[in-house]
């Protein structure tokens, strides 16, 4: 686990908000200068904190409104059940899950037609229970590092 002081937790904040954020920017709001602001990102980036940088994209925006939430029971001796979730475009996210479904699948959608299709191809890997998100009271975000104590000993 790789330790984090109050600035590190602050640039990540930052960086998680406005990733294209200026050396320059991220060091007035934290208070150092430009060069040191890309030490510390080379190193969360070395140690595998920071990940990457990615675009957030509105899928409404270019035509796909449907959200839908697909919980998946497999069964256990299923095999190359990820790789084939995993080449769904229309997948957005899947997770392997605790209790009685074995994944959780986000997926993107035009139409309803293309959420039937989309199950059709789920329905192979075992039973499916599926919702469509109506709102996002609390939209896909990131976590407050700072207010979360993240990266401190929790001892």
């Known amino acids: 686990m790789f330790f984090l002081d109050d600035i590190n937790r602050d ?9 294209r954020m200026s050396y320059k ?7 150092l200068t430009a060069p040191a ?19 957030v994209v509105d899928y409404e925006a270019i ?7 697909i919980r998946l ?5 299923a095999e190359g059940i990820d ?3 995993a080449a769904i475009p229309n997948v ?3 997770s392997r899950v605790t209790g009685s479904d074995s994944h959780v ?11 039937e299709e989309l199950l059709q191809d789920v329905w192979e890997q075992g039973d499916t229970i599926t919702n469509i998100v109506t709102s996002s009271p609390v939209p896909r975000r990131p976590m407050n590092l700072t207010a979360t104590n993240a990266g401190r000993d929790s001892t």
């Open 11 to 19: 640039l990540l904040d930052l960086l998680q908000l406005e990733g």
């Open 25 to 31: 920017d991220l060091g007035n709001r934290i208070g």
């Open 37 to 55: 602001v890309a030490d510390r990102i080379r190193k969360l980036e070395d140690a595998g904190v920071i990940t990457g940088y990615r675009a």
């Open 63 to 69: 035509g796909f409104p449907i959200l839908s939430i």
């Open 73 to 77: 029971k497999a069964p256990m001796h």
């Open 83 to 85: 790789p084939k979730i």
């Open 92 to 94: 957005i996210e899947a």
């Open 105 to 115: 699948i986000r997926a993107r959608l035009r139409r309803m037609l293309d959420l």
